[in-house]
């Protein structure tokens, strides 16, 4: 479903991204991990269609479609979801006129009907009751005032509402305890499905306890470095980075 | 006065002689008339060496005047009101103001709530009417030479008398329309009296058609009585064809609280100055504003905020979205006087600018004289922020909605502090102008 061919990105003329190949296939949890720098959330950034990189070479493709000459919301609407590390607030903007003003966009995008209030609020409901997000959250303006785990749940409401084909989570598990960390898991397993895929970016083996990865690869320098089963991923945790960034270095 | 100037232009030479073609027709004392337009006269139009005038340079913008636009009939003045949408949706008393005369067929002068009272204003001026005294209640305005030309040249407009202890629930609603087939100016002054402890909400609309050429002058004074309450909240929809000037007052007495809004969406030329005084201790008055720009507009809002008793506290919010070759300007003053001590103020004004040819002029003053104080004011000018527009269109938001949701959000927030939030009708109201303005850009 998702292939990124030799990718190399650089921002304001520093190389990032040096040659990433990655292939994601339909109903496949991938996990992405590697040191601090290693280009994650980059590439995360550029699947998703954020301006300021510049993509010097290389492809990617989701469902047989070159994705980096669309917007980002003609990436979102192909399918594209984007889990952010660090959630924005935006004052002013209430959370259900975005939640609706996303859903309906993508709708449309797709020549499907908008959605009735009634209906629309239904799904919300239902969505926001299984990530245990209170109804007076939805009240307020776009994460405004929200905690780093609320804004993480929102995160995943979002995705459970626009039913996206590949799913990126970057770092939903930093700052969130470990009540939070099951719940947005749990929000997660049960999106999965044989149509829809996942690249799990993270720090941490603690995540992929709860999100069991079909694959796991590690990132350095800018590009996968080693790929495996979800035995790699406890490979890492107990050895650390250090091999890959001597490998880095050298 | 080494350096007075002589009316010297065309266009000031052509106000001189509007002025001696109508003067004998206005209601009142000619003589005041005289005084003020020998203001006009010995200074002439503000120009951009006036420092008060800087960013809109009148002398350089007004390159025509036109005579004072006569009443209309009955029916093309409803025609007009009938075309102007603003505060639709708000159950109000409704007072129609038509190419700068009361219309009182289309107005609800019967139905004026208890503790109202309401004349025209040249029915005032024609009778001598005493509160023609709280005119002029600033005396500094005066001054200026908006206000100058305005009470040389006021034909008509409302005098309000709200009793004192008269809570009025029903907004009074001044509906201001100008039309006409050729080039027209209005000249009109309204004064709202609120004695002690009463409390109005006056919302205040100007509608005119784009493709008319017209000069609109207007003033609204207010004198805010002790422990009153006023909510005040306008709406300048005039056409792209406008060059507009107008001119708030309010003089606030003590434990009063005071609030107005002004909303700006269309004229092409615009130029709106607040002059508020807080004359009594403890009272509270807010200025904020919202202006939308695009083409080749021009928006000025001045602001001459006076704190003369301590104790008082004075808010101002400004927004303005800049689009095309627009130009927004904010000049806002803030003067403590010595004996204003413990006074609080703060003053903010903010610009979003949406394209390359989009200007602002931001020049906020402080003049400070008492020595415990809390003043403090600050200005920003920049684009949309990328990162906001990134995570909007990254949910599927295409672009142009993206931009419109974070720009209503910027500017709502001078509508959301300005409304009560149980008062869903006029917030409706008041951000439906900046909707409509959206979606026109999209």
């Keep these: 479903m998702l292939e990124i061919k030799n990718l190399v990105v650089e921002i304001e003329g520093t190389r990032i991204l040096n040659g990433l190949d990655l292939t994601v296939n339909n109903g496949e949890i991938a996990a992405i991990m590697g040191p601090n720098g290693s280009g994650k959330s980059t590439l995360s950034y550029v699947v998703a269609g954020k301006e300021e990189y510049e993509v010097l070479d290389g492809e990617i493709i989701l469902d047989g479609q070159n994705v ?11 399918g594209v979801f984007l889990a952010f590390q660090y959630p924005l607030e935006i004052p002013g903007v209430a959370t259900m006129t975005f939640l609706k003003a996303a859903l309906n966009a993508q709708r449309k995008s797709r020549g499907e009907a908008e959605l009735t209030t009634p209906d629309f609020i239904k799904r919300v409901n239902a969505a926001a009751q299984q990530l245990e997000i209170p109804k007076d959250m939805l009240k307020r303006a ?56 996942f690249l799990v970016i993270t720090h941490y083996q603690r995540l992929l306890n709860y999100i069991v990865p079909d694959s796991v690869h590690v990132m350095a320098g800018g590009k996968i470095v080693k790929s495996g089963g979800k035995e790699l991923a406890l490979e890492l945790e107990a050895n650390g980075y250090a091999d890959y960034k001597a490998q880095e270095a050298a | 006065m080494a350096d007075v100037e002589r009316i010297n232009t065309p266009v000031e030479a052509a106000i001189a002689e509007h002025f001696a073609g109508v003067k004998a027709t206005l209601p009142g004392d000619a003589g005041t008339r005289e005084t003020a337009f020998a203001r006009f006269t010995e200074a002439g139009l503000p120009h951009r060496r006036v420092e008060e005038w800087k960013y809109t340079d009148l002398r350089n913008l007004m390159r025509e005047a036109a005579a004072l636009a006569p009443a209309l009939s009955d029916d093309a003045a409803k025609a007009a009101l009938e075309a102007s949408p603003w505060f639709s949706g708000v159950d109000a008393v409704r007072i129609a103001i038509a190419n700068g005369h009361v219309v009182a067929s289309a107005s609800d002068l019967a139905d004026l709530p208890e503790g109202v009272t309401l004349e025209t ?17 600033i005396p500094e305005a005066g001054d200026n030479i908006a206000v100058a030309l305005n009470s040389a040249f006021m034909t008509d407009g409302v005098v309000i008398r709200v009793k004192a202890g008269t809570k009025v629930t029903m907004p009074l609603h001044l509906r201001f329309v100008i039309t006409g087939d050729s080039a027209v100016a209005t000249a009109t002054r309204s004064l709202i009296v609120v004695e002690k402890g009463a409390s109005v909400t006056l919302l205040e609309s100007h509608d005119s058609a784009d493709a008319l050429a017209h000069q609109p002058n207007n003033m609204v004074e207010m004198v805010v009585g002790d422990e009153a309450q006023v909510a005040h909240f306008r709406i300048d929809g005039h056409g792209t064809g406008a060059q507009a000037l107008s001119t708030l007052t309010a003089h606030l007495g003590a434990h009063v609280a005071f609030d107005t809004l002004n909303i700006v969406a269309r004229p092409g030329l615009v130029r709106h100055q607040v002059y508020m005084t807080f004359a009594g201790e403890h009272t509270k008055g807010a200025v904020r504003g919202a202006t939308m720009l695009t083409g080749k507009q021009h928006a000025d809002t001045t602001l001459f905020v006076n704190h003369v008793a301590p104790h008082c506290e004075s808010r101002e919010l400004f927004k303005t979205a800049i689009d095309g070759n627009a130009t927004g300007v904010f000049q806002g003053r803030i003067a403590v006087a010595r004996e204003a001590q413990k006074t609080d103020g703060q003053m903010m004004s903010s610009a979003v600018l ?45 672009r142009p909605e993206a931009e419109a949701l974070l720009i209503e959000s910027f500017l709502g927030e001078a509508v959301e502090e300005a409304v009560d939030e149980t008062d869903e009708d006029l917030r409706e109201a008041l951000l439906s102008v900046a909707r409509t303005w959206l979606a026109a850009r999209s």
Excluded: W
Aim: charged share 25%; hydrophobic share 45%.
């Design chain 1, 142 to 197: 776009l994460n405004v005032g929200f905690s780093g785990g609320e804004k993480k749940r929102m995160e995943i409401l979002q995705m459970a509402l626009l039913e996206p084909r590949f799913c990126i989570l970057d770092e939903t598990d930093s700052g969130l305890d470990i009540d939070a960390l099951r719940i947005a898991a749990e929000g997660v397993n049960a999106l999965r499905s044989p149509d829809r895929s």
């Design chain 2, 354 to 398: 949406l394209s390359d040819g989009a200007t602002m002029n931001n020049k906020p003053e402080l003049e400070i004289f008492a020595d415990d104080v809390l003043c403090a004011h600050g200005a920003t000018c920049g684009a949309l922020d990328d990162d906001l527009l990134f995570y909007l269109m990254a949910r599927g938001i295409p």
């Design chain 2, 121 to 137: 204003l040249s029915q005032a001026l024609a009778a001598g009417h005493a509160d023609l005294a709280h005119l002029g209640a």
């Design chain 1, 68 to 78: 980096l000459e669309m917007e980002p919301s003609e990436r979102a609407a192909a």
